[in-house]
């Protein structure tokens, strides 16, 4: 049988940049092809083109053993391949049903093209509810979780009965139990002969799922691992090209001192001290503390109330009762001016949306919340900020070709590091970092380890929240477990577990 | 700056242009005029760019015009208790401020649309102003003559209105590209989320933009008056936001917000100016001349956006002309 897709020899150019360099690759009917790399690998080009985003310089796509050329997205899921973008395209005024048939409608009624409603949406409900998405299918797109909306996106690539599907990154947003849904499904279509290139930095899943793994590194074939080589290191070795050693620098740290966060020996005094926070009516009030050098994870699922915690600490996000207490200092809640003078910094979940300005410079936006460090009586000293952009880019490593790049141009790792690179000029007394290394590669990540391990041994108190539970278990002294706007427990270093966690994340209800 | 560049040439052909058709003999009196017409309207236009760099956009430009412009002369023509022109012209100003901190107010506290608060202050204010002035058409000449007479006339060949635009336009440089306030000005119209997150009390800059624009405007309000002489309730200012707005965009500020700089919006004043000085020295019919002055801009905004993509004329034309998509 021949397999369902062959890449041979395709390079892909962008001014300044050889993308790909003759990449191949093979999917079978019915196999779930993993493919990785560190951000830059060239992934996200490779998939672009196969569903015709771009056109590859050089190579030939075959299907079937016949070679194809696709010029254009319709041509690509014309001839079954679907790619789902890590950044959802839906339209957030129109209902699941809509979103899901958008473009290609069902309608009667001739030229008049009136939408045969109850036809989209009996069919989509079938699909939602083999995804387990629960929500009516006249429910409105911007109305759902971010979750939800992934799974919207996965409906329609479903609907379009696909025999290629090209994943980004799916389970970024997902919840553990929204993944698992998402993995079963996968494991049908598969049985359906369905072919799967499924991209993903979570090297967990890939090695739960994946029946190969591919990797890419800078733009060319790195190797291959069949399914009974597929592990954690033996991936990460490909893709960087050598040997990571410590992924998690906390670890080591705790290894040659025996007790994390001690080394600094002020720990008895709470650096962080909050009482009975809340921001919604529907919620209880929040208290914990957190010491001076201490790392503190916090776990739970999508919309238990982690992201809302963090932004009702830093102020973006009114609240309603509570107090928060910085060195036994209360602070004023509610103006992220004041959080910032009190020495808290947060670092987004979302960093296109909250952290950065993309349009704006690397300069811009690294000077952009310290401006008055570089400034005189409200006057910008330009070379103080250029000098200070430098400085920050130097000391985080962040990869540009300058200052004066437009952040959108860099990769995720990158723009990350410019996000730390922004606040951290100043010494942060409570530093909240919010999902820190969604959907950026191993080498970024480890140096990001690196980076909190040192603030932590420098004094910070840092608030981790991450959905990765082996971010969660590698890096924290302590874990916050959240569930339905409440903290729903507190594990001590040696009772961390991944069970331990998600049985409080979900409520504690034992199954 | 190769933006600027783009229209700054395409500044100069026009003027090129205009110097052909016309008569040497009369090449200094147009000059005057135009002179004078750009640093009246360059006021509001830098006034609407402000505001339009920090993601807003204001429609009631010209009816807070007409309305300070009648605020003004009734408080110099009151009977009972006439002000001085100077203190008229300082509670105008404060009027104009206190506009745009509503229309502020109503955008960030209240959440409604700049461009529905706006539109419905163009309402509200020319409602205002008409009955100010009851509809009657003030008789100020008297008044103001002296200072008419100043400001026609020229300094180092340069018109008066022109110098005071050019002080105002180096005031807001300064606001805007040097200071801190005018950074936070941009961070916010690029992402005011973003600009939030770093700290920055959006909500004031917001309002600060929208106070900066109806000031500009109540100053182009007395400048009305002291030019024109005359004010007819229901009529100055009209349709003036639109040119603004217009001359604004055409000097590279994005509708988007965070895009744009003082010197394009001075630049895009002029070519504003410039394109029906031009089609009258053609004879193309003075009724066809906001056809013109539309189709320009709507090029220039095109233009535009196919330099941003990287795309470039060439490339347009041949995208369209023979792409092999267009089947599908």
Same mark, same amino acid.
């Given at each position: 049988?021949?397999?369902?897709?062959?890449?041979? @020899?395709?390079?892909?150019?962008?001014?300044?940049?050889?993308?790909?360099?003759?990449?191949?690759?093979?999917?079978?009917?019915?196999?779930?092809?993993?493919?990785?790399?560190?951000?830059?690998?060239?992934?996200?080009?490779?998939?672009?083109?196969?569903?015709?985003?771009?056109?590859?310089?050089?190579?030939?796509?075959?299907?079937?053993?016949?070679?194809?050329?696709?010029?254009?997205?319709?041509?690509?899921?014309?001839?079954?391949?679907?790619?789902?973008?890590?950044?959802?395209?839906?339209?957030?005024?129109?209902?699941?049903?809509?979103?899901?048939?958008?473009?290609?409608?069902?309608?009667?009624?001739?030229?008049?093209?009136?939408?045969?409603?109850?036809?989209?949406?009996?069919?989509?409900?079938?699909?939602?509810?083999?995804?387990?998405?629960? &929500?009516?299918?006249?429910?409105?797109?911007?109305?759902?979780?971010?979750?939800?909306?992934?799974?919207?996106?996965?409906?329609?690539?479903?609907?379009?009965?696909?025999?290629?599907?090209?994943?980004?990154?799916?389970?970024?947003?997902?919840?553990?139990?929204?993944?698992?849904?998402?993995?079963?499904?996968?494991?049908?279509?598969?049985?359906?002969?369905?072919?799967?290139?499924?991209?993903?930095?979570?090297?967990?899943?890939?090695?739960?799922?994946?029946?190969?793994?591919?990797?890419?590194?800078?733009?060319?074939?790195?190797?291959?691992?069949?399914?009974?080589?597929?592990?954690?290191?033996?991936?990460?070795?490909?893709?960087?090209?050598?040997?990571?050693?410590?992924?998690?620098?906390?670890?080591?740290?705790?290894?040659?001192?025996?007790?994390?966060?001690?080394?600094?020996?002020?720990?008895?005094?709470?650096?962080?001290?909050?009482?009975?926070?809340?921001?919604?009516?529907?919620?209880?009030?929040?208290?914990?503390?957190?010491?001076?050098?201490?790392?503190?994870?916090?776990?739970?699922?999508?919309?238990?109330?982690?992201?809302?915690?963090?932004?009702?600490?830093?102020?973006?996000?009114?609240?309603?009762?509570?107090?928060?207490?910085?060195?036994?200092?209360?602070?004023?809640?509610?103006?992220?001016?004041?959080?910032?003078?009190?020495?808290?910094?947060?670092?987004?979940?979302?960093?296109?949306?909250? @952290?950065?300005?993309?349009?704006?410079?690397?300069?811009?936006?690294?000077?952009?919340?310290?401006?008055?460090?570089?400034?005189?009586?409200?006057?910008?000293?330009?070379?103080?900020?250029?000098?200070?952009?430098?400085?920050?880019?130097?000391?985080?490593?962040?990869?540009?070709?300058?200052?004066?790049?437009?952040?959108?141009?860099?990769?995720?790792?990158?723009?990350?590091?410019?996000?730390?690179?922004?606040?951290?000029?100043?010494?942060?007394?409570?530093?909240?970092?919010?999902?820190?290394?969604?959907?950026?590669?191993?080498?970024?990540?480890?140096?990001?380890?690196?980076?909190?391990?040192?603030?932590?041994?420098?004094?910070?108190?840092?608030?981790?929240?991450?959905?990765?539970?082996?971010?969660?278990?590698?890096?924290?002294?302590?874990?916050?477990?959240?569930?339905?706007?409440?903290?729903?427990?507190?594990?001590?270093?040696?009772?961390?577990?991944?069970?331990?966690?998600?049985?409080?994340? &979900?409520?504690?209800?034992?199954? | 700056?190769?933006?600027?560049?783009?229209?700054?040439?395409?500044?100069?052909?026009?003027?090129?242009?205009?110097?052909?058709?016309?008569?040497?003999?009369?090449?200094?009196?147009?000059?005057?005029?135009?002179?004078?017409?750009?640093?009246?309207?360059?006021?509001?236009?830098?006034?609407?760019?402000?505001?339009?760099?920090?993601?807003?956009?204001?429609?009631?430009?010209?009816?807070?015009?007409?309305?300070?412009?009648?605020?003004?002369?009734?408080?110099?023509?009151?009977?009972?208790?006439?002000?001085?022109?100077?203190?008229?012209?300082?509670?105008?100003?404060?009027?104009?401020?206190?506009?745009?901190?509503?229309?502020?107010?109503?955008? &960030?506290?209240?959440?409604?649309?700049?461009?529905?608060?706006?539109?419905?202050?163009?309402?509200?204010?020319?409602?205002?102003?008409?009955?100010?002035?009851?509809?009657?058409?003030?008789?100020?000449?008297?008044?103001?003559?002296?200072?008419?007479?100043?400001?026609?006339?020229?300094?180092?060949?340069?018109?008066?209105?022109?110098?005071?635009?050019?002080?105002?336009?180096?005031?807001?440089?300064?606001?805007?590209?040097?200071?801190?306030?005018?950074?936070?000005?941009?961070?916010?119209?690029?992402?005011?989320?973003?600009?939030?997150?770093?700290?920055?009390?959006?909500?004031?800059?917001?309002?600060?933009?929208?106070?900066?624009?109806?000031?500009?405007?109540?100053?182009?309000?007395?400048?009305?008056?002291?030019?024109?002489?005359?004010?007819?309730?229901?009529?100055?200012?009209?349709?003036?936001?639109?040119?603004?707005?217009?001359?604004?965009?055409?000097? @590279?500020?994005?509708?988007?917000?965070?895009?744009?700089?003082?010197?394009?919006?001075?630049?895009?004043?002029?070519?504003?100016?410039?394109?029906?000085?031009?089609?009258?020295?053609?004879?193309?019919?003075?009724?066809?001349?906001?056809?013109?002055?539309?189709?320009?801009?709507?090029?220039?905004?095109?233009?535009?956006?196919?330099?941003?993509?990287?795309?470039?004329?060439?490339?347009?034309?041949?995208?369209?002309?023979?792409?092999?998509?267009?089947?599908?």
């Amino acid at each position: 049988m021949p397999p369902l897709l062959t890449v041979t @020899g395709v390079s892909k150019a962008f001014p300044g940049v050889q993308a790909l360099a003759k990449v191949n690759l093979e999917l079978a009917p019915g196999e779930i092809l993993a493919v990785v790399g560190e951000n830059g690998a060239g992934k996200s080009t490779l998939m672009k083109i196969l569903a015709g985003v771009h056109q590859p310089d050089a190579g030939t796509i075959a299907l079937d053993g016949r070679p194809v050329s696709i010029r254009g997205v319709k041509e690509a899921e014309h001839l079954g391949i679907v790619l789902i973008h890590q950044e959802l395209n839906l339209a957030g005024h129109l209902d699941v049903a809509g979103n899901i048939y958008l473009g290609r409608e069902p309608t009667w009624g001739g030229i008049l093209g009136f939408i045969d409603r109850r036809r989209i949406h009996d069919d989509s409900a079938r699909i939602t509810r083999r995804l387990g998405l629960t &929500t009516d299918t006249r429910a409105l797109v911007r109305d759902l979780s971010i979750g939800q909306q992934q799974l919207v996106e996965i409906a329609r690539a479903l609907s379009l009965s696909s025999r290629v599907l090209i994943l980004d990154e799916p389970t970024s947003s997902l919840t553990e139990s929204e993944t698992e849904r998402l993995f079963a499904v996968l494991g049908e279509l598969k049985d359906d002969g369905i072919g799967i290139l499924y991209i993903s930095h979570r090297l967990k899943e890939v090695e739960k799922i994946a029946d190969r793994v591919v990797v890419l590194r800078d733009g060319r074939n790195a190797g291959e691992l069949p399914r009974a080589d597929i592990c954690h290191q033996a991936i990460v070795n490909l893709m960087v090209g050598r040997e990571l050693k410590q992924f998690f620098h906390r670890q080591r740290h705790e290894a040659s001192s025996g007790e994390p966060g001690r080394a600094t020996g002020q720990v008895d005094a709470p650096r962080v001290q909050v009482q009975g926070l809340r921001w919604s009516a529907r919620q209880p009030g929040i208290s914990f503390a957190i010491r001076a050098g201490e790392i503190v994870g916090m776990a739970g699922l999508m919309g238990s109330g982690r992201t809302e915690l963090a932004e009702t600490l830093f102020g973006v996000r009114r609240s309603i009762a509570g107090t928060i207490a910085i060195d036994g200092k209360p602070i004023r809640l509610g103006r992220p001016a004041d959080a910032i003078r009190a020495g808290i910094f947060l670092i987004p979940e979302d960093r296109r949306i909250d @952290g950065l300005i993309l349009d704006d410079n690397v300069k811009h936006n690294i000077s952009i919340a310290v401006l008055q460090d570089v400034s005189r009586f409200g006057f910008v000293h330009f070379r103080q900020e250029a000098r200070l952009a430098q400085v920050m880019c130097d000391r985080f490593r962040v990869r540009t070709p300058g200052t004066t790049q437009i952040v959108g141009n860099l990769s995720g790792g990158n723009q990350q590091k410019v996000v730390l690179a922004k606040w951290l000029s100043r010494t942060p007394r409570l530093l909240i970092l919010d999902e820190p290394t969604r959907g950026i590669d191993v080498g970024a990540k480890s140096e990001i380890y690196a980076l909190m391990d040192e603030l932590a041994r420098q004094g910070a108190a840092v608030l981790m929240i991450s959905s990765d539970l082996e971010e969660i278990l590698g890096m924290s002294d302590r874990v916050l477990v959240m569930h339905q706007g409440a903290v729903a427990g507190e594990l001590e270093r040696a009772a961390l577990s991944e069970e331990a966690i998600m049985h409080l994340a &979900t409520g504690g209800v034992r199954t | 700056m190769k933006k600027l560049l783009g229209i700054f040439l395409f500044m100069l052909a026009l003027y090129g242009l205009i110097l052909l058709a016309l008569d040497p003999d009369s090449w200094a009196d147009n000059r005057r005029n135009l002179g004078q017409r750009i640093g009246l309207e360059g006021i509001l236009c830098l006034g609407a760019g402000l505001l339009i760099i920090a993601g807003g956009v204001d429609l009631s430009i010209g009816s807070v015009v007409g309305l300070c412009a009648c605020v003004f002369c009734k408080l110099v023509l009151n009977e009972e208790y006439p002000l001085p022109i100077p203190v008229a012209a300082v509670l105008v100003m404060m009027l104009g401020a206190l506009v745009g901190f509503v229309n502020g107010f109503l955008v &960030t506290y209240f959440r409604v649309q700049a461009f529905v608060v706006t539109l419905c202050g163009l309402f509200l204010y020319r409602g205002a102003a008409r009955w100010v002035m009851d509809d009657e058409v003030p008789f100020i000449v008297t008044h103001v003559k002296p200072i008419t007479d100043f400001c026609r006339g020229s300094v180092l060949e340069i018109p008066i209105y022109l110098w005071f635009l050019l002080i105002l336009f180096a005031l807001a440089s300064v606001f805007l590209h040097l200071t801190v306030h005018g950074r936070y000005f941009y961070a916010i119209g690029s992402n005011e989320r973003a600009a939030a997150y770093s700290g920055i009390n959006t909500n004031f800059y917001k309002i600060l933009a929208y106070v900066l624009c109806s000031m500009f405007a109540s100053i182009y309000a007395l400048m009305h008056v002291v030019h024109y002489n005359s004010v007819e309730p229901p009529k100055t200012g009209e349709t003036l936001e639109l040119y603004a707005i217009a001359g604004a965009v055409l000097g @590279g500020c994005s509708l988007r917000g965070g895009e744009g700089s003082t010197l394009g919006i001075l630049i895009g004043t002029a070519i504003m100016r410039l394109l029906p000085n031009l089609t009258n020295m053609w004879e193309i019919p003075s009724t066809l001349e906001p056809t013109v002055v539309g189709g320009a801009l709507l090029l220039c905004v095109i233009f535009d956006e196919q330099m941003r993509r990287g795309v470039g004329w060439r490339a347009l034309f041949f995208r369209y002309a023979r792409s092999p998509r267009a089947s599908g």
